[in-house]
């Protein structure tokens, strides 16, 4: 048994803006299922401090660079027997608004000093230095928001092993000298081989250059992140963390039961592969709540997606638009929260084609179930995709994923081979016309009801449940503490 302590700034169902949250969810739950002693560390929010009334005072820490002790509440990670421990400065964290932006949108202007307390905390916990008789042989972070946590334990006696994880390149947590200052880092941290990154302090350097090894969450995407399309600047320090055997990916996991179209409790007709023809239940269900006409035969496309550039939404508007003018027989339902152009976008795609299109601007956990349920194929035109959880969960579904070849997208979707072979759809450059003829390919076999059955029941049997990555994590675990 190992003691793993997992370290995240968000924990699905407390406080969730993206795949990171179903990841430090159900990846310590699977370890915990393969009888590992794993928990998790995560910031007191307001939101946790409400889900969680029970929680239970149990440490105070006082840490460099902060004024008033910090306590750590202890918990159950919710429907689990998985301990969760929130670290609680009410001062950083107890307050309205998202976990990185305020109600009115814009970052907390205070996150650097709000994510160093954390990963202070998280080195603290590490160390057994808040008095719980309990230190890990592994301490395994994630993303920017623990990224300083391995630089400040990488030179003490008798600390863990460490591992980062990078969900999401994209976001590094990069601040200005002053807030460096600020945070009463030691000024040997100021060093290109350390947390500097272009005069700027970059917090997820402290994870890239000072854990004892680095994952992704796709073997694709660990691959990609070496080049300077994908590296984001830090594709020098990744190259080099690579040639040492240090850098690699594993595929993430999904909860496979709270996504299994058998016993979903938001969607309207519970299936299975051997009674997929049910799954047309589903489907009408959803034509009626986005007002579309009820058309069966008529493939139904669906995106759920953060609206950011990221995610391709422009290509699907585009490709959909063209599709359309074109006279295609196509449907499209869209959930989602982002950039106001974006939804601008979807709303005027909408009014210009309103029995063919439908949005829902926000945030609906039973919505994206249904969505999952309900439509054929799924679009996910991503310019870069880590992992990616909405194309699992579809191949979960037998929805169909359509998809651009990239990171995780690339490594959990078979490309059709047009004779009923493979799980899903893709293309590779990231236009509208790429995504376009992939439309078409998916609108075309869809009409071959045959082999688009074939295709749903071997999406159905692929087996993405966090069980086999989970092992994964494991061997990782015991070559770190070998
Ligand atoms: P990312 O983490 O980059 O946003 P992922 O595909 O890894 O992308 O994970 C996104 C997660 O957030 C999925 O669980 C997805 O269903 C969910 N999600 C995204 N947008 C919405 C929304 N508007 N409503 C409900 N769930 C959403």
């Not at 949250?21 to 560390?41: F, K, N, T, W």
């Not at 391995?150 to 460490?162: E, G, S």
């Not at 074939?454 to 503490?481: C, H, N």
Request: aromatic share 10%; glycine share 8%; net charge negative.
């Amino acid at each position: 048994m190992r003691k793993i302590l997992f370290a995240s700034s968000e924990v699905h169902p407390l406080v969730k803006t993206g795949g990171l949250a179903d990841v430090s969810a159900s990846l310590p739950l699977a370890l915990h299922e393969q009888g590992q002693d794993v928990r998790i560390v995560m910031p007191a929010y307001r939101a946790c401090l409400g889900a969680l009334e029970g929680a239970v005072e149990v440490a105070s820490i006082k840490l460099d660079g902060f004024l008033l002790p910090v306590t750590i509440l202890e918990s159950r990670l919710p429907n689990s027997d998985v301990v969760l421990w929130l670290v609680n400065s009410p001062y950083h964290f107890d307050r309205d608004g998202g976990p990185y932006s305020q109600p009115e949108g814009g970052d907390w202007p205070d996150n650097a000093a709000r994510f160093a307390l954390f990963s202070r905390a998280i080195a603290a916990l590490a160390m057994d230095e808040a008095g719980l008789q309990w230190q890990p042989d592994i301490l395994h972070c994630n993303d920017w928001q623990t990224g300083l946590a391995p630089a400040l334990i990488a030179d003490k006696p008798d600390r863990p092993a460490t591992l980062f994880t990078i969900h999401n390149l994209a976001y590094q947590g990069v601040y200005s000298r002053d807030e460096f200052d600020a945070l009463d880092l030691d000024e040997s941290y100021w060093a290109i081989e350390g947390l500097e990154f272009y005069s700027q302090l970059s917090f997820i350097k402290g994870g890239l250059v000072f854990a004892d090894k680095i994952t992704t969450v796709s073997p694709s995407y660990a691959q990609e992140i070496c080049t300077a399309e994908y590296g984001a600047g830090l594709e020098g320090l990744l190259s080099y963390r690579s040639e040492q055997g240090r850098l690699s990916g594993i595929l993430n996991g999904i909860d496979h039961d709270e996504w299994n179209p058998k016993q979903d409790r938001y969607i309207a007709q519970p299936y299975s592969a051997k009674t997929i023809d049910k799954k047309s239940g589903n489907k009408a269900a959803l034509q009626q709540l986005f007002s579309l006409p009820n058309e069966p035969k008529t493939l139904l496309l669906g995106l759920i997606s953060r609206l950011v550039s990221q995610k391709g939404i422009d290509l699907t508007i585009a490709a959909v638009r063209q599709l359309l003018d074109e006279g295609a027989s196509v449907q499209l339902v869209c959930l989602g929260s982002g950039d106001a152009e974006y939804e601008r976008d979807l709303q005027v795609l909408r009014e210009r084609f309103p029995d063919k299109v439908g949005v829902t601007i926000g945030y609906d956990e039973a919505l994206s179930h249904q969505i999952e349920a309900g439509v054929d194929a799924f679009v996910m035109p991503s310019r870069f995709e880590p992992c990616g959880l909405n194309q699992l969960y579809s191949l979960r579904y037998g929805t169909l994923p359509i998809v651009r070849a990239t990171g995780g997208l690339a490594d959990s979707v078979e490309d059709a081979d047009g004779l009923g072979g493979g799980t899903g759809f893709q293309f590779e450059l990231a236009t509208a016309e790429a995504m376009l003829v992939a439309l078409k390919r998916a609108d075309a076999l869809y009409q071959q009801a045959d082999l688009w059955r074939k295709m749903q029941v071997t999406a159905m049997k692929r087996d993405f449940s966090w069980q086999s990555s989970a092992l994964d994590y494991l061997a990782l675990y015991d070559e770190l503490m070998a």
